[in-house]
């Protein structure tokens, strides 16, 4: 993709799995107008969802070795990822935000997908792990 500032307008698809500790599978999808950024050499995903009416902002930062999710919005969260380590991320709804640890099993970033499998922690505990696959496909202007 060629440096553009303002971005190329892209359809987003959103499939989340997420396995609580002792719970059945719960599985999520979304679809979204997204805008597809490249800046200083970087690309990010930018896009809004609805959550019961609130909006919530993500961009997610596209990197092989070394991605990064952000929200904000009614929901504020900050998940990093790299393959095989431990690292601090952050996860806050109304005045309440906790701190967590996201351990990245899988990350692979191609030209129209990303894909991250993680286990996120909180003091000491595993919440939960998560298959996340987002696809990002040319969209309309």
Do not use: C
Not at 43 to 49: C, I, N
Request: proline fraction near 3%.
């Amino acid at each position: 993709m060629e440096s553009n500032m303002e971005g190329q307008n892209v359809d987003v698809r959103l499939e989340s799995t997420i396995r609580h500790v002792g719970q059945a599978a719960d599985k999520h999808e979304l679809q979204a107008s997204g805008t597809l950024i490249e800046k200083a050499g970087k690309t990010y995903l930018r896009f809004v969802e609805d959550l019961k009416g609130q909006q919530v902002r993500t961009t997610v930062k596209l990197e092989d070795g070394d991605a990064l999710i952000m929200r904000s919005g009614a929901v504020q969260m900050r998940l990093p990822f790299s393959p095989g380590e431990m690292r601090p991320g952050t996860y806050g709804s109304g005045p309440a935000t906790f701190d967590l640890l996201v351990k990245t099993t899988k990350l692979e970033v191609g030209a129209d997908k990303f894909t991250a499998h993680y286990e996120l922690h909180a003091e000491g505990a595993m919440l939960g792990r998560h298959e996340l696959t987002i696809y990002f496909t040319e969209g309309q202007k």
